[in-house]
């Protein structure tokens, strides 16, 4: 067997910490080699996420080894964005929950009012434990003409180049989103559900998040 290793002249050397008890720099230098363990497994995730991730526009969730949701967020090219996320720069700031950031998950998007109501909706399922705000759009916090807060139906391009999607807000807050084909050969069916949809007081089959203040600030200029 070699001879015991010197944690305090490792802790001294490599850690930058002089003068630390015997039994202290032991304990500094464990936990310096734990890090650095974490780092390599979160290194090893980074890359095999992004060489899965498309280059497309989306909404993204990282979520830790046991599934659960760490960040939600959205992006122009997503694998862009995630290598971003696990650039070798960022470990040293990087917050403890996305240090455990194991797998990710994403949606393509065919435009910017798609990529916000499905951010916002992912943020209102998941509650993730890093993204700051969670709670749902508040419109008293948006500059939004007064003219704007109205039922409405916005028709926006879908990732699928033969559909749509119709966007679909209330003044009271309820909206959904549905893809429709372009041919208009699902457009009856479609119908009969956007007519429920604006002439019930019910949300049941509906989205449970009140999110149409994105729909109107979007429409302000303002998403």
């Not at 002089?18 to 090893?44: C, I, N, Y």
């Not at 391009?157 to 041919?183: I, K, N, Y």
């Not at 559900?193 to 729909?215: E, K, W, Y």
Request: glycine fraction near 6%.
């Amino acid at each position: 067997m070699g001879d015991a290793p010197d944690h305090q002249r490792l802790a001294a050397e490599v850690l930058g910490i002089r003068g630390a008890s015997p039994d202290l720099a032991r304990r500094l230098v464990a936990q310096a080699l734990v890090v650095e363990d974490r780092r390599e497994v979160w290194r090893r995730a980074g890359e095999r996420i992004c060489a899965s991730a498309p280059t497309s526009p989306g909404v993204y969730v990282l979520r830790d080894p046991e599934g659960r949701a760490l960040y939600v967020g959205k992006a122009i090219n997503l694998r862009r964005r995630l290598r971003a996320h696990f650039a070798e720069r960022r470990w040293c700031a990087i917050k403890p929950e996305m240090s455990r950031a194991a797998d990710a998950e994403w949606i393509e998007v065919g435009s910017e009012l798609e990529a916000l109501l499905r951010e916002a909706a992912l943020i209102h399922d998941l509650q993730p434990i890093v993204n700051v705000q969670t709670g749902p759009p508040e419109l008293s916090t948006r500059s939004v003409p007064r003219a704007l807060v109205r039922d409405i139906i916005v028709l926006v391009p879908s990732v699928e180049e033969d559909s749509a999607e119709l966007v679909a807000a209330r003044a009271d807050g309820v909206w959904f989103m549905q893809r429709t084909r372009r041919d208009g050969s699902d457009l009856a069916v479609h119908t009969t559900r956007l007519r429920r949809f604006f002439l019930s007081s019910l949300r049941r089959g509906f989205q449970d998040a009140a999110l149409a203040p994105i729909v109107f600030s979007w429409l302000a200029g303002r998403g």
